[in-house]
C-alpha cells in the first residue's frame, strides 16, 4: 500500500474512510516522490511541504474523531501558479512578481479549502501564462515526464507533468486558448475546460480576461467531475460569474454514448494533422461507434480564421491587464532610475520575458488609433462568427469531437525561434475559448515514440456534464488512462 501516487482522488477517499490508510501518509509519499523525480521534470516553482503535512494531520484527526470528511480530504493536489494562494508565493513564472505574496485567496482555493484539501506546492507555467510548452517560464523549463527532451505542452506544463508523473494526485490548470487541453494531451491526461463564467477568476491572476478560465487537470474522468462539482458555481466576488443551479457531474457520468450525435467537423481533420493522430482518432471513432453514438459530419466554417482571431483578443487584453506592472504597487521594481518614467520603462523591460513582450506590443499596436477598427473591431465580429458556427453545429449534432492538437509533444527547443509555429499548436483549441464553451482532453493513444494523444470533446455552454460521460464512456472501454510514464 505504499505506492499511494498510484490511486486517484476517489480511490484515496475510499481508502481514507476505511481507515486502511492516513492522510499524512499519502502526503509524505508524494513529498518523496516529488523530492525524487521533480529534479529532472521541473514541474514546481513553489514547494510547501510544512503546510501540506499540518492540512493532512488535521483531516486524519477529524477521520479519528468520526467527523465526516469530503471526497478532496487529504489529497493532495498541486495549483498553477498564476492563482492567488493567502501568504504563498505567487509569480506567474514571471521575474516581475518573483517575491509576490498574495494577502488573499482565489475562489477557487477557497473551495478547495473548504473540503480540507492538501497543497503540494504551485506549478510551472508559460510566463502570465502566454505560450503552449512551458519553455517561457522566467525560472525553469518544464519537461514532459514521457520523455524528457519534449515539451509537456502549455502553459499549465507543470500542473500537467505533476499528474502525469504522480507529483500530485490531481491539479487546477488555467485555459485562455488551449492551456489545459493541449498539455493534457502532450502528457497523456485530462484536461477540461469549463464553459466561460462557471467557475470564478477570482485570483485568477488575468491574462485575457474574456477568454481565461481556471479547470481540473486529472488521471481519469471521474476525478475531473469531483474537482468540478467543487471549484464551480456562482461567486459575487467575479462579474463573469454565472448564476445558475448545476448539477452533480458525477451522477451521470455511467450513462454512455448511446444514442448521442457527435459531429466531426471537416475542418479539424486536414490533411496535416500528423498520421499517427489521425488513426487514433479513426480508432476512437468505431471505439464510439461500437458504444452506440452516431457520428455526422459538419462544417465549422471559420475555423481558419481562429488562431488570428484569438491573437489579436487576447494580445488586447493581455496589453490592458498587464499595464499594471509597473514597479510602483508590487512585484519587481529595477534599481536602475533617475526618475519615474525611467523606473517604470526599466522595470517592464527587466521583468518581462520575450514572449511578455512581444504580446504586449502585439496588443498595443491593435488598441492603438487608427487601427482599433481595422484590427480589434474586426476580430470581435470574427469572435461572434465562430460562435455562431458551434451554435448552428449544435442545433445538429449533441458533441464535436476533434484531435486536442495535431502533433504529439514536439522537442525542447523546436519552435522558439518561430513563434508563429508556436501559436499553431493551439489550432484546434482556441475556438472553444472564443465561444466561450466547454471542452474536454482525454487520453486516446500513444504514437510509435511512445509519446500520449490527445482526444477532445466539444459541447454546447453549460454541457459540462454531456462531454463528462462521453468522455467517460470512452476512458471505460479503453485503458489509455491507466497508463502513466513509469
Known amino acids: 500500500m505504499s505506492k499511494f501516487y498510484e490511486y486517484s482522488i476517489c480511490e484515496l477517499n475510499s481508502l481514507l474512510l476505511k481507515?486502511?490508510?492516513?492522510?499524512?501518509?499519502?502526503?509524505?509519499?508524494?513529498?518523496?516522490?516529488?523530492?525524487?523525480?521533480?529534479?529532472?521534470?521541473?514541474?514546481?516553482?513553489?514547494?510547501?511541504?510544512e503546510e501540506a503535512l499540518k492540512q493532512a494531520a488535521i483531516v486524519d484527526k477529524k477521520i479519528v474523531n468520526g467527523e465526516k470528511i469530503s471526497v478532496l480530504a487529504g489529497i493532495p493536489?498541486?495549483?498553477?501558479?498564476?492563482?492567488c494562494i493567502k501568504g504563498i508565493k505567487t509569480t506567474c513564472a514571471s521575474k516581475i512578481l518573483h517575491n509576490f505574496i498574495p494577502p488573499y485567496d482565489a475562489t477557487v482555493v477557497k473551495k478547495l479549502d473548504n473540503e480540507d484539501y492538501v497543497l503540494l506546492g504551485k506549478t510551472n507555467l508559460d510566463e502570465f501564462?502566454?505560450?503552449?510548452?512551458?519553455?517561457?517560464?522566467?525560472?525553469?523549463?518544464?519537461?514532459?515526464?514521457?520523455?524528457?527532451?519534449?515539451?509537456?505542452?502549455?502553459?499549465?506544463?507543470?500542473?500537467?507533468?505533476?499528474?502525469?508523473?504522480?507529483?500530485?494526485?490531481?491539479?487546477?490548470?488555467?485555459?485562455?486558448?488551449?492551456?489545459?487541453?493541449?498539455?493534457?494531451?502532450?502528457?497523456?491526461?485530462?484536461?477540461?475546460?469549463?464553459?466561460?463564467?462557471?467557475?470564478?477568476?477570482?485570483?485568477?491572476?488575468?491574462?485575457?480576461?474574456?477568454?481565461?478560465q481556471i479547470g481540473p487537470i486529472t488521471r481519469?474522468?471521474?476525478?475531473?467531475?469531483?474537482?468540478?462539482?467543487?471549484?464551480?458555481?456562482?461567486?459575487?466576488?467575479?462579474?463573469?460569474?454565472?448564476?445558475?443551479?448545476?448539477?452533480d457531474y458525477t451522477a451521470g457520468l455511467g450513462d454512455g454514448v448511446k444514442g448521442l450525435k457527435i459531429g466531426l467537423p471537416k475542418e479539424y481533420f486536414s490533411d496535416w494533422v500528423d498520421a499517427e493522430v489521425a488513426v487514433?482518432?479513426?480508432?476512437?471513432?468505431?471505439?464510439?461507434?461500437?458504444?452506440?453514438?452516431?457520428?455526422?459530419?459538419?462544417?465549422?466554417?471559420?475555423?481558419?480564421?481562429?488562431?488570428?482571431?484569438?491573437?489579436?483578443?487576447?494580445?488586447?487584453?493581455?496589453?490592458a491587464n498587464l499595464a499594471r506592472y509597473d514597479g510602483v504597487k508590487y512585484g519587481y521594481r529595477s534599481p536602475d532610475y533617475n526618475n519615474f518614467l525611467q523606473m517604470q520603462k526599466n522595470t517592464r523591460e527587466e521583468g518581462f520575458g520575450a514572449e511578455v513582450k512581444r504580446r504586449i506590443m502585439l496588443g498595443t499596436y491593435v488598441l492603438s488609433s487608427g487601427y482599433y477598427d481595422a484590427?480589434?473591431?474586426?476580430?470581435?465580429?470574427?469572435?461572434?462568427?465562430?460562435?455562431?458556427?458551434?451554435?448552428?453545429?449544435?442545433?445538429?449534432?449533441?458533441?464535436?469531437?476533434?484531435?486536442?492538437?495535431?502533433?504529439?509533444?514536439?522537442?525542447?527547443?523546436?519552435?522558439?525561434s518561430d513563434?508563429?509555429?508556436?501559436?499553431?499548436s493551439d489550432i484546434f483549441t482556441i475556438s472553444a475559448n472564443l465561444a466561450g464553451i466547454p471542452a474536454i482532453s482525454i487520453p486516446a493513444g500513444f504514437a510509435k515514440e511512445g509519446l500520449p494523444i490527445g482526444l477532445q470533446f466539444l459541447g454546447g455552454a453549460f454541457s459540462e456534464d454531456m462531454i463528462l460521460k462521453a468522455a467517460y464512456a470512452f476512458e471505460q472501454a479503453t485503458d489509455y488512462h491507466l497508463k502513466w510514464p513509469k
Open 77 to 83: 493536489l498541486a495549483i498553477k501558479d498564476n492563482m
Open 220 to 247: 481519469d474522468v471521474r476525478d475531473a467531475a469531483v474537482l468540478l462539482n467543487i471549484i464551480s458555481g456562482h461567486d459575487e466576488c467575479d462579474s463573469t460569474s454565472i448564476n445558475k443551479e448545476l448539477p
Open 419 to 424: 513563434p508563429l509555429k508556436m501559436y499553431l
Open 129 to 212: 501564462a502566454m505560450g503552449a510548452s512551458t519553455e517561457n517560464s522566467g525560472f525553469k523549463i518544464t519537461h514532459n515526464p514521457w520523455d524528457l527532451s519534449c515539451v509537456p505542452g502549455g502553459s499549465s506544463g507543470g500542473s500537467a507533468a505533476v499528474v502525469a508523473a504522480r507529483e500530485a494526485v490531481a491539479a487546477l490548470g488555467s485555459d485562455t486558448g488551449g492551456s489545459i487541453r493541449q498539455p493534457a494531451a502532450c502528457c497523456g491526461v485530462v484536461g477540461l475546460k469549463p464553459t466561460y463564467g462557471l467557475v470564478s477568476r477570482f485570483g485568477l491572476v488575468a491574462f485575457a480576461s474574456s477568454l481565461d
Open 19 to 49: 481507515k486502511e490508510i492516513k492522510a499524512v501518509e499519502i502526503t509524505e509519499s508524494y513529498l518523496k516522490r516529488i523530492e525524487k523525480l521533480d529534479g529532472k521534470i521541473g514541474s514546481y516553482l513553489t514547494i510547501t511541504a
Open 280 to 319: 487514433c482518432m479513426d480508432s476512437a471513432r468505431k471505439i464510439l461507434e461500437n458504444l452506440g453514438a452516431e457520428f455526422i459530419d459538419i462544417s465549422l466554417p471559420h475555423t481558419e480564421y481562429g488562431v488570428a482571431t484569438y491573437y489579436i483578443i487576447a494580445t488586447a487584453e493581455a496589453s
Open 375 to 416: 484590427y480589434y473591431l474586426k476580430a470581435q465580429k470574427v469572435r461572434s462568427l465562430i460562435k455562431n458556427d458551434f451554435d448552428q453545429a449544435f442545433s445538429d449534432c449533441d458533441l464535436i469531437m476533434t484531435p486536442t492538437i495535431a502533433e504529439p509533444a514536439f522537442k525542447l527547443g523546436e519552435k522558439t
